[in-house]
Antibody, heavy 111, light 113 residues
Framework: VQLVQSGAEVKNPGASVKLSCNLS????????IHWVRQAPGQGLEWVGL???????AYADKLEDRVSMTRDTSTPTFHLELSSLNSDDTAVYFC??????WGQGTLVTVSS | DIVMTQSPPSLSVTPGQPASISCKSS???????????LLWYLQKPGQPPQVLIS???KRLSGVSDRISGSGSGTDFTLQISRVEAADVGVYYC??????????FGGGTRVEIK
């Protein structure tokens, strides 16, 4: 299984961003897709998870701004984060069962 | 909330010497199913993290046997028996018992002297 993420994004404060994570190979061997972010020069922060049935769990500090979904017809998972601010500038990783990781997507929030 | 505290923040190790990283959780990571939900990751510069250890001490396939994990309850340790250049990076512990309230330790940077 491989996880391939969408490309870098630059957004204005207050905007939303939607990131993608596509699974190739035996997608159903992965039970949960987790999203983890890393601000520049900082540590890892767990953002949330979603499974094939669109069951989700989110980090307490982000739950009012984050949404995770799965496409109905493809093994592609999405993270949408709204009301962006500069603290959301980070590399966002998707990780299958916290074992197999995507390459990361840089999100820059700047006016 | 579960708070994960790692120490030390950084280590400088002579090649061939051992290294040890501590990780303490603010509450027990032992689940009712008997499993302890503690993992260790290594993040090399410019790369996503790679998992080394799951459930405290289970080394994942392809991970060097120089790396081992131990501990129980709230106190955990990652040990590298003989540090090599390939071990350089930042090590993170992570609890997966209650993900929504804080998962990762702050990280320990390992460098070669």
């Amino acid at each position: 299984v491989q996880l391939v993420q969408s490309g870098a994004e630059v957004k204005n404060p207050g905007a939303s961003v939607k990131l993608s994570c596509n699974l190739s190979g035996d997608a159903f061997s992965i039970h949960f897709i987790h999203w983890v972010r890393q601000a520049p020069g900082q540590g890892l922060e767990w953002v949330g998870l979603v499974n094939h049935k669109n069951i989700t769990a989110y980090a307490d500090k982000l739950e009012d701004r984050v949404s995770m979904t799965r496409d109905t017809s493809t093994p592609t998972f999405h993270l949408e984060l709204s009301s962006l601010n500069s603290d959301d500038t980070a590399v966002y990783f998707c990780a299958g069962d916290m074992i197999i990781w995507g390459q990361g997507t840089l999100v820059t929030v700047s006016s | 909330d579960i708070v994960m505290t790692q120490s030390p923040p950084s280590l400088s190790v002579t090649p061939g010497q051992p290294a040890s990283i501590s990780c303490k959780s603010s509450q027990s990571l032992l689940d009712s199913d008997g499993r302890t939900h503690l993992l260790w990751y290594l993040q090399k510069p410019g790369q996503p993290p790679q998992v080394l250890i799951s459930e405290v001490s289970k080394r994942l396939s392809g991970v060097s046997d120089r790396i081992s994990g131990s501990g129980s309850g709230t106190d955990f340790t990652l040990q590298i028996s003989r540090v090599e250049a390939a071990d350089v990076g930042v090590y993170y512990c992570m609890q997966s018992l209650q993900l929504t309230s804080g998962a990762f330790g702050g990280g320990t940077r390992v460098e070669i002297k």
